[in-house]
């Protein structure tokens, strides 16, 4: 899940990164709208959390800007003055969702992962695949019945591809879900490692890792 942080507190930027990064989600922080705007023009994401009151422009206007281009991007509005007024103007323009600082971290990760599972055809918090279990809020996966030993980035790649079922993703879509710009030393080679990761710990079941040639890689139970 690749995650839009647009927040000029560099603290509070910092401090929400690191705790959705540890929950499988991949963050970029833009301190104003038009490093927001650099941003939304090279990459695509999951969900925007955008505060109000930002040093170049009000984060309502990023918002209208985005609704009138087209961009349907959940978007989940944070600032520390909120009143009625701002969150009814906030919602009429398009925002999904609201937070009012200060927040619990939780709450936050919480409200993202509904917000996205909106989005989805997905709705519930556990994602099954044959013997295969998966919880989206705790990235803790069972196979038989009997937990999977995962790493934080091998059971967000498993949070995707079975997310996806239908569809085979491609390993650019795969690699935007799992690191931010901050990780550019990380080739894209790196999905390759990550799924072979997979496959190993999926082997002897009947779930697998299909890669679809020219396309990408798709999980699927066989039959």
Known sequence: MRILIVEDAAD???????RLDKSGMACDIAECCEAAEDFLAVQRYDAIVLDINLPDRNGTELLRDMRTRGDRTPVLML???????????????GADDYLVKPFDQRELEARLRALVRREAEQKSDAISLGP????????????EGVPLNLTRREATLLGLLLRNQKAALSKKRLYDGLFAFDD???????????????RKKLAGTSVSIET????????????
């Open 12 to 18: 509070v930027a910092e401090a929400v990164a690191i």
């Open 132 to 143: 295969l279990t998966f919880s989206l809020a705790t990235l803790n996966a069972t196979l």
């Open 184 to 198: 550019a030393d990380v080739g894209l080679n790196a999905i390759e490692l990550y799924i072979a990761r997979l």
């Open 79 to 93: 600032t520390a003055l909120f009143s009625v007024d701002d969150r009814v103007s906030a919602l009429d323009l």
């Open 212 to 223: 679809q040639r020219g396309v990408g890689y798709r999980i699927f139970q066989n039959e």
